[in-house]
C-alpha cells in the first residue's frame, strides 16, 4: 500500500524553524513527485512545495519562497520540508502528498498523507 506518513510538526515561535519529514513506502519512489500542501483553518489547501524524486526538480509559492526549502534523499524515500522564518500565516496541518512533476510544478495528486500539525507562536 502507498503511505505517506508526516512527522515534525509541532509549537514554534514566530521566526524559528521546523522541519518536516515525509517517509513514503509502498511505491517506486523516483517515479513519483513529491509535494507539500498546507491547510489553515477556513483556508483551501495550498501546494507550498514540491520536488521531483528522480531529478530534484522544485517548485515553491510565492509565499514560501526563501524561507522554506524542499529537499528528497532518495535512499531513505523521504522529502523533507525545512521551514525558517516562519510567520504568523504559516501555521496550518501541512500534508505530505504523492503527484508528478510537470514543468515547474506539481499536478495529478493521487496520495495524501494525515497531515502533520505547525503551530506557530508569537
Known amino acids: 500500500e502507498v503511505q505517506l506518513v508526516e512527522s515534525g510538526g509541532g509549537l514554534v515561535q514566530a521566526g524559528g524553524s521546523l522541519r518536516l519529514s515525509c517517509a513514503a513506502s509502498?511505491?517506486?519512489?523516483?517515479?513519483?513527485?513529491i509535494a507539500w500542501f498546507r491547510q489553515a483553518p477556513g483556508k483551501e489547501r495550498e501546494v507550498v512545495s514540491c520536488?521531483?524524486?528522480?531529478?530534484?526538480?522544485?517548485y515553491y509559492a510565492d509565499s514560501v519562497k526563501g524561507r522554506f526549502t524542499i529537499s528528497s534523499d532518495n535512499a531513505k524515500n523521504t522529502v523533507y520540508l525545512q521551514m525558517n522564518s516562519l510567520k504568523p500565516e504559516d501555521p496550518a496541518v501541512y500534508y505530505c502528498v504523492r503527484g508528478e512533476f510537470v514543468h515547474v510544478g506539481c499536478s495529478l495528486y493521487d496520495y495524501w498523507g494525515q497531515g502533520t500539525q505547525v503551530t506557530v507562536s508569537s
Open positions: 509502498g511505491f517506486t519512489f523516483d517515479d513519483y513527485a
Open positions: 520536488i521531483s524524486s528522480s531529478d530534484g526538480d522544485t
